[in-house]
């Protein structure tokens, strides 16, 4: 803050601020491990680098992709089309992963996403469907038993219905693959209007589907096999979906691509799988492919992940990590020509046949699977400018580098809603979860914009960037957090994670220099006021298996317990992005003559200091690349993923050993 006052770039105020505050023994102490900290996360981020240059991470394994997997794998079994060798492949598969399973079901009898989530009654119905599919519900019985107790508690199949409301994206897939493995009437089963999949992909937006965009695959394979077991009484429907099934089916094979998995994803593959396979359509070659996605994507610890993985997510995630602060990003281009290559390749030029997105943006992966998208999008154009702006390419290169930048930002503003906001895929999609505009990514597409403003001078342009500072500013809500729709936290109301939402408004704060923006109190007020005991933030209640049995009942987000099974345990996930976000506070040249309360900028001085003892004590613990499940996939499916620890708590250990913000951590 010295700096800032003096007008001292980050080394300079640096040094300055060690030259006055670090006199003492403590202050040295504080500071080397500050930095050794940072050093040590920086050494553990080069180390998840792939050969190549570029970083993939890994996925958590997942009990709800493991049962659609062995479900859809035990239906091919019963056909005759696997040949000998890849049925005694597909046999292995699915004993290795009825054991996996079978040693992770939770406490309370039910089963969560990943071994750190807690039960929930999507995923232990699916269990239950799996153990009955694959013919081992005997050897299973006491377990069975157990979960379906589990899952009368949480309302049976209207439980499932009330889990997700008007979206059908899940819950009839899920009720569907119920059925077909024997456990619940077809007639519980919603019809899906599987021959809307015929219309124009310009046209779905304006059919008001009762699923999400992304979903058009489980649309069509879902809507058939009812279609097949369940036909309406109707003449004339009946008739109608006669005809558009075989079309359908044209328009499904068209939009799977060449990895043979939907969205790369195993649960979307294995239920468009087992649907066609249950509606008699095993000999399909969207069967065939899908079973190959299923069978490349096991695991040899008998697990199948949520997703193949996040490989340009987390790339671009890192290279901005990296680029925070300092020179942590060298300036020879031979150490990073192939990550750019690879980064550049992995933009989108042609028309995406799932969605019909133009050219221009980045999707999640590098894999076919992929589908562009407005989070992934501006990670790659935030990436991109710092290599362009960091390291001594030639101007070939960099030139390169501003023609991807402009196709990219010209994507992101025609991707704009009406509501002035950005959705993840596709426009005008605003009806259900997961489609509409949402805060993070909209402020996230806001910063991209703003590093990029050379390709912002047209009309158009100008007004998508007024809006959008709009739509972000008006969706504080009134406690003052903003909420994100890709992040989630299991101990929040409606696993909903305000520390990741609010964190990425205020780093559009700091990128536009924009504290000062109303709002911007009460926001800080509430991250203050939600710090846990231990100094973080975030995390879980300790001891959350036992406090979510059914005998316990639910007692989250509870004030009246005091006991130490409800005291929270942070993440470091949520921990570096608030830390980051209050860091970059304190150095953005605010002071309590901004505000209307007294005292703010201390008490953020004070927080921002216990968070970053928090860190630097997960560090030294050797625990900082423990990973949370803070990750929403489609459908609010939990994830967690191997490289998140690392990337957001790198910033925040970054910016606290060159900006020295706070006074004392021993």
Not at 191 to 208: D, G, K, M, T
Not at 219 to 232: E, S
Not at 356 to 368: F, Q
């Amino acid at each position: 803050i010295l700096g800032c006052w003096l007008g001292l770039d980050a080394a300079d105020y640096a040094s300055v601020i060690m030259s006055t505050l670090s006199s003492s023994e403590q202050s040295t102490s504080r500071y080397t491990r500050i930095c050794a900290a940072r050093d040590e996360v920086i050494r553990l981020l080069h180390q998840e680098r792939e050969p190549g240059g570029w970083w993939v991470g890994e996925l958590s394994a997942s009990a709800l992709s493991t049962a659609t997997a062995i479900s859809a794998l035990s239906f091919y079994l019963e056909t005759d089309q696997p040949d000998a060798k890849l049925r005694d492949r597909i046999s292995a598969q699915i004993e290795s992963g009825i054991q996996w399973i079978g040693a992770r079901q939770n406490e309370d009898g039910g089963w969560g996403d990943t071994d750190l989530s807690y039960s929930n009654i999507s995923t232990t119905m699916l269990v239950i469907a799996t153990l009955h599919a694959a013919g081992v519900e005997q050897e299973y019985e006491e377990q069975l038993a157990a979960a379906q107790k589990y899952v009368d508690s949480k309302g049976g199949i209207e439980g499932i219905r009330a889990r997700y409301g008007e979206d059908k994206t899940f819950a009839v897939p899920i009720l569907a693959n119920c059925a077909m493995a024997g456990i619940v009437p077809w007639k519980e089963v919603s019809a899906l209007p599987f021959e809307a999949a015929c219309v124009p992909q310009r046209f779905y937006n304006l059919l008001q589907l009762p699923v999400v965009s992304y979903a058009i695959p489980a649309l069509v394979a879902i809507g058939i096999v009812k279609f097949k077991n369940d036909p309406p009484w109707d003449p004339f429907r009946k008739t109608i979906r006669s005809l558009a099934a075989g079309r359908s089916l044209k328009v499904l094979e068209r939009m799977q691509p060449a990895s043979g998995g939907f969205l790369e994803a195993v649960p979307l593959t294995s239920f468009v799988s087992m649907g066609l396979i249950k509606a008699g359509r095993a000999d399909n070659p969207v069967v065939r492919e899908g079973v190959r996605f299923i069978v490349e994507s096991f695991r040899e610890d008998g697990s199948w992940p949520i997703d193949t993985n996040l490989a340009t997510w987390v790339t671009t995630l890192s290279i901005n990590a990296l680029a925070s602060g300092g020179d942590h990003i060298d300036a020879d281009p031979e150490k990073w020509k192939p990550c750019l290559r690879w980064l550049l390749d992995c933009q989108n030029t042609e028309k995406h046949p799932f969605t019909g997105a133009d050219p221009g943006g980045w999707g999640w992966t590098d894999l076919s699977g992929a589908v562009p998208d407005a989070d992934d999008t501006p990670g790659a154009l935030i990436a991109l400018r710092h290599l362009h702006d960091r390291v001594d390419f030639d101007d070939q290169t960099k030139q390169e580098i501003r023609t991807a930048a402009a196709a990219g930002v010209n994507w992101l503003i025609k991707l704009q809603n009406r509501d002035r906001g950005w959705p993840t895929f596709c426009r005008g999609w605003g009806r259900l979860p997961f489609d509409r505009s949402g805060v993070d990514i909209s402020a996230h597409v806001l910063r991209a914009l703003n590093v990029w403003p050379e390709y912002l001078t047209s009309l158009k342009a100008s007004q998508s960037f007024k809006h959008g500072w709009m739509y972000v500013v008006g969706s504080q809500r009134d406690d003052g957090t903003w909420l994100p729709l890709w992040f989630g936290n299991q101990d929040q109301p409606d696993d909903i994670n305000p520390f990741y939402g609010t964190a990425k408004v205020f780093s559009w704060y700091r990128d536009q220099e924009a504290f000062h923006t109303p709002g911007t109190e009460i926001g800080l007020e509430w991250l203050l006021k939600n710090q846990n005991s231990d100094g973080g933030w975030g995390g879980t209640f300790r001891n959350a298996a036992k406090l979510m049995s059914p005998e316990a009942g639910n007692r989250r987000n509870t004030s009246e317990d005091t006991s130490n099974d409800l005291e929270m345990v942070s993440s470091v996930e949520e921990t570096g992005l608030v830390v980051e976000s209050l860091l970059d506070f304190l150095a953005s040249g605010v002071s309590d003559a901004d505000f209307e309360v007294v005292g703010l900028f201390e008490r953020v001085r004070l927080s921002a200091e216990r968070g970053l003892q928090w860190l630097v004590s997960s560090v030294e613990a050797g625990t900082i690349d423990r990973p949370s499940p803070i990750g929403f996939y489609f459908a609010k499916l939990w994830y967690y993923e191997r490289m998140y620890p690392l990337v957001f708590a790198a910033p925040a250990l970054i910016k606290a050993a060159e900006l020295q913000p706070v006074q004392s951590i021993d």
